[in-house]
């Protein structure tokens, strides 16, 4: 459904995308992330028809974005990191300004906007100044607009900058039920535990080119477990955790990750039966265990692999 | 309709500006015309006739409201881009299926629609005029037509500036520099051209004057109101020279503005 190969984009002498390549099957919630500068919004806006790629392609649905832009606007939604909203315009005219705008048929005009205000909860506040809204509503607003036009992909720069929990956990069920309704939805986030909840498959970004993890993947299934890779334990003792770490140490191919208080985190190959001996070599050296348990494989530590621990 | 004419004209209605700035409009014409009768018709001339003070209400009309408009059309254009930067909404019309052309098309359409609003409020100023004679509906018309090319000139060309810079600040100001330009630099260029003129050849007729000593007086404003006010068989050749080129500045703003709509994604 997105097809980006080998896209370029300078900007003034710096580089803001170098080389990116992805892919996003129809029907899927992707995740693009990065750090800030990694090129997430220059990608965002080369797929949305905002700025033109320097060298490289990019297809949505099948239409190429420099060659067809206004194909490619009917087919996609775009919602920036800061939507802007006509604060001085009623809810409803917002929306009838954007159903006009997308060359919406009048008959059906009207239905449209109807259902983009009650999608969004905001048909009680049809005649509200948008200034009077707050910042969940204008957010559910500015999505209700981008879905005007009933486009077959979605494209979120950051949507979720700014909310609290619950309007966060409001747009994450927004998404998933988008996403269920056949909507391809590409969604770059800072908020790594969201895009887990709810994404199918993620990408890694940085200097514009992709990223890959220890094992040499630059796209990650989010909701599928890979037995093949290295796997994390998390271990509780009664007493004494750095001196369990000494010993865990001690087993072959066991790498110690993190001591704490009375835990411990190490990476055992991926070998289940390993982690059984592991167990046992513990036990049998006196570690008095009382919690042995595998955490799931973050995408936060997923993400730290990546780029490391420290802010870029 | 084009929808983005429907939306410039509801929010600037909504401003508050959409009505202070034509009441001090009016207030400020009817003072001007008001001072002017006086000074016309009791400034100690007891053998003035009715139609001398009609057409020189008329004159004060004419260049008092070209100046007023003048003032006030970049304050209508020069924000009307900048301000879709500074709130963040340009991205939702460039990414909207409104071309460039339509975006241009009714940010331009509604700042000149409301400059001529400002014009037609002025018209029961301007029937005043009519009670002393002298004036007909040929001057009328006429002055009113160029009035309408001049404002829609500088509309265009502030909206280049509103397309060119970030902050309406910068637009407005560099809008209010060209107005300058155009109005005061290009006098002084051609008094200094004259004055040189003068030195070698002595006193001469308008006619004798070369064109290259008056060319900077076809890009004033005030020098095309007054070429629109001879009588109408001299009309012709200055008044077609500045109608060509403000409508050539006119249509270059234009251009350019649509090129920089096209490449604004970056700031959108």
């Known amino acids: 459904m997105i097809e980006v190969d080998q896209i370029q984009k300078r900007y003034n002498g710096s580089r803001g995308l170098a080389g990116f390549t992805m892919r996003v099957e129809k029907g899927e919630l992707f995740g693009l992330v990065g750090p800030n500068g990694a090129g997430k919004t220059t990608l965002i806006k080369i797929l949305s028809t905002l700025i033109r790629p320097d060298s490289g392609a990019a297809r949505i649905a099948g239409i190429d974005v420099t060659a067809n832009p206004r194909g490619v606007k009917r087919v996609v939604g775009y919602m920036p990191d800061q939507p802007g909203l006509y604060q001085d315009m009623r809810v409803l005219e917002f929306l009838e300004f954007f159903a006009d705008a997308f060359r919406i048929p009048s008959r059906q005009r009207r239905a449209a906007v109807d259902k983009g205000l009650e999608d969004s909860g905001l048909g009680a506040r049809r005649d509200s100044f948008v200034e009077e809204l707050s910042f969940g509503m204008k957010q559910r607003l500015f999505l209700a607009k981008t879905l005007l036009h009933s486009p077959q992909v979605l494209l979120l720069d950051e949507p979720a900058t700014g909310l609290d929990p619950m309007a966060r956990v409001d747009l994450r069920n927004q998404l998933k039920g988008l996403n269920q309704q056949g909507i391809t939805i590409l969604i770059s986030s800072h908020i790594l535990v969201d895009l887990e909840e709810i994404c199918t498959r993620v990408a890694f970004i940085a200097d514009g080119k992709n990223q890959a993890d220890e094992s040499g993947r630059t796209v990650i299934e989010l909701q599928k477990e890979d037995a093949s890779q290295p796997r994390l334990y998390e271990i509780e003792v009664l007493q004494d955790a750095e001196q369990a770490a000494k010993h865990a140490a001690k087993f072959a191919g066991v790498t110690v990750l993190d001591v704490r208080h009375l835990r411990f985190v190490v990476r055992i190959p991926s070998d289940p039966a390993q982690a059984a001996e592991f167990l046992r070599h513990l036990v049998a050296n006196g570690v008095p265990v009382v919690k042995f348990d595998r955490p799931p494989a973050t995408l936060e530590q997923r993400y730290r692999s990546v780029f490391g621990g420290k802010p870029r | ?268």
């Not at chain 2, 009609?54 to 900048?82: C, D």
């Open chain 2, 1 to 268: 309709m084009n929808p983005m004419i429907r939306k410039e004209l509801r929010q600037r209605m909504r401003e508050r500006r959409g009505w202070i700035l034509p009441s001090l409009y009016l207030l400020t014409l009817s003072a001007v015309i008001t001072v002017a009768y006086y000074s016309t018709a009791w400034g100690g001339n007891d053998r003035i006739q009715g139609w001398q003070v009609g057409a020189a209400l008329f004159l004060t009309l004419a260049y008092t409201q070209l100046v007023l408009l003048l003032l006030l059309a970049p304050v209508f254009s020069a924000g009307a881009l900048t301000i879709e930067k500074e709130q963040r909404t340009l991205g939702g019309l460039l990414t909207s299926l409104l071309r460039p052309t339509q975006i241009w098309w009714g940010k331009f359409a509604a700042s000149l629609m409301f400059v001529l609003l400002l014009l037609v409020i002025g018209l029961p100023v301007l029937s005043a005029v009519f009670a002393f004679g002298g004036v007909g509906p040929w001057e009328i018309t006429i002055v009113a037509l160029t009035t309408v090319i001049i404002l829609g000139t500088i509309s265009a060309i502030s909206l280049y500036w509103s397309s060119a810079f970030r902050r309406s600040v910068h637009a407005t100001a560099v809008s209010y520099v060209t107005v300058v330009a155009m109005t005061v630099v290009t006098f002084i260029i051609f008094g200094i051209a004259m004055s040189r003129l003068s030195n070698r050849v002595g006193n001469a007729g308008w006619t004798s004057i070369p064109e290259s000593v008056k060319a900077p007086l076809y890009l004033n404003p005030l020098f095309f109101i007054t070429v629109s006010l001879v009588p109408r068989r001299q009309l012709y050749p200055e008044w077609f020279i500045c109608l060509s080129v403000f409508s050539a500045i006119a249509a270059l703003s234009a251009i350019l503005t649509l090129r920089n709509l096209r490449r604004s994604g970056d700031v959108a």
